[in-house]
C-alpha cells in the first residue's frame, strides 16, 4: 500500500535525502571506509549485492548471476537492549548522522503508529504489538541506483532482484517509478508498477509478518527495474526502513490468525528467524557460486 498524510515531517525527510545523496556522492574510497559488515555487525556500505532468497521464488531457480546495480547503507537500532551494537555513522557529510538519526526515529514512530492499525486489523487490541517491539531490532537502509549510461545490465539482471524482505514492515521512500510488486504466488509473477507519490511512503509486509500471521497476511514480492533506454541516465535513490520486532520475541502464531486453533508454523525466536532469513540467502550466493 502507498499512504499519505503519515505525519512524518518533510523537513525530516528531506534532510535525511539530501544528506543520502551527498554520502553516495563520495569517492568510492570514502564509503569503503563504512564497509564494515560481519556477523556482528550486519550493517555499513555495501555495493552490488545479491538478494539471492528472492530470486528462489522466481522458479526457484536464480535468473541471473549478476549483482544487483546498487549500493546501499545500513544502519540498526541505536538501542543497547536491542541486542545490537551502536550505529557506525559516516563523519561527512557533516550533517548525516543527525539526519539518519532523525529519520530513523520518525520511522519508528511510524511504524508503532502503522503496527495499531495492523492490530485493529487483525481483531487484537490496538497495542498488541507494543510489548513486542519495544526493543526492535528495525535497519534503516538507503539505496542509490545510479545512472545506467553507457552501460548494458546482464539478462536478467536488475536494480534490484525480486525479493521479500525478511522482517515485519518496510516502510520505502523513493525518488522515481521502478518499483513493482506481485502477488507472492507459484508460476510466472506478474508485475505491476506501484505508483510513485512524491509524498507518500510504500509499506511492504516482510516474510516475518506473514509467518506471525499464519499467512493469513502475505508477504509483498516486488523488485526494482532498469530505467528505460531513454532515461539511462536517471539515478534513482530510495530510503528503506525495515522494521523489525524484538529480537527475543517468540514468534508464535498471532491467536486471532489462527486456523481451527490450528497453526502451520512451529514458533522461533525472532532473531533465529531472521539469522535463518539472511544464512538462506547467502547459502544463495553460494550455490550461484557453485554453479559458475
Ligand atoms: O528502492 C526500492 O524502491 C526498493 C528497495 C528494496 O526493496 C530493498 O532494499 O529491500
Ligand atoms: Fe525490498
Same mark, same amino acid.
Given at each position: 500500500? $502507498? ?29 569503503? %571506509? ?18 539471492? =532468497?528472492?530470486?528462489? %521464488? ?14 546501499? !547503507? ?11 551494537? =551502536? ?29 495499531? @492499525? !495492523? =492490530? ?8 498488541? !504489538? ?16 545510479? *545512472? ?32 513493482? $510488486?506481485? %502477488? *507472492? ?6 508485475? $505491476?508498477?506501484?505508483?510513485? $507519490? ?16 499464519? *499467512?493469513?497476511?502475505?508477504? #509483498? ?18 530510503? =528503506? !526502513? ?10 508464535? #502464531? ?8 490450528? @497453526? ?7 532473531? *533465529? ?9 547467502? %547459502? ?9
Amino acid at each position: 500500500m $502507498v499512504i499519505t498524510s503519515h505525519g512524518v515531517p518533510e523537513a525530516v525527510v528531506s534532510d535525511a535525502w539530501k544528506s543520502v545523496g551527498e554520502f553516495f556522492d563520495l569517492e568510492e574510497s570514502e564509503k569503503e %571506509k563504512l564497509s564494515n559488515m560481519s556477523a556482528d555487525y550486519p550493517y555499513g556500505y555495501e555495493k552490488g549485492e545479491v538478494l539471492a =532468497a528472492g530470486k528462489d %521464488k522466481e522458479k526457484g531457480k536464480a535468473l541471473s548471476t549478476a549483482p544487483d546495480i546498487k549500493e546501499t !547503507f545500513t544502519i540498526g537500532p541505536n538501542n543497547p537492549a536491542s541486542g545490537m551494537p =551502536a550505529p557506525i555513522m559516516p563523519s561527512t557529510p557533516a550533517n548525516f548522522e543527525a539526519h539518519y538519526a532523525a529519520y530513523y526515529a520518525a520511522m519508528e514512530d511510524l511504524a508503532d503508529t502503522l503496527l495499531e @492499525s !495492523f =492490530a485493529l486489523g487483525l481483531d487484537l487490541p490496538e497495542d498488541w !504489538f507494543k510489548s513486542k517491539t519495544d526493543h526492535h531490532l528495525s535497519a534503516l537502509r538507503s539505496l542509490n541506483y545510479p *545512472d545506467q549510461a553507457g552501460m548494458t545490465p546482464e539478462p536478467g539482471q536488475l536494480r534490484a532482484g525480486a525479493h521479500t524482505d525478511y522482517g515485519s514492515l518496510t516502510i520505502l521512500k523513493s525518488g522515481g517509478p521502478g518499483l513493482q $510488486v506481485a %502477488k *507472492d504466488v507459484d508460476g510466472e509473477p506478474s508485475w $505491476v508498477n506501484v505508483p510513485h $507519490v512524491p509524498s507518500g511512503f510504500v509499506i511492504n509486509l516482510g516474510d516475518l509478518m506473514r509467518r506471525w500471521t499464519n *499467512d493469513r497476511w502475505s508477504s #509483498t514480492l516486488h523488485r526494482v527495474v532498469n530505467p528505460p533506454q531513454d532515461g539511462r541516465n536517471h539515478r534513482r535513490q530510495s530510503i =528503506a !526502513f525495515f522494521h523489525n520486532i524484538n529480537g527475543d520475541e517468540v514468534v508464535k #502464531t498471532i491467536p486471532s490468525c489462527l486456523d481451527n486453533g490450528e @497453526s502451520k508454523y512451529e514458533p522461533i525466536v525472532a532473531k *533465529d528467524f531472521l539469522m535463518m532469513k539472511h544464512l538462506a540467502s547467502v %547459502k544463495g550466493v553460494i550455490e550461484e557460486k557453485e554453479e559458475l
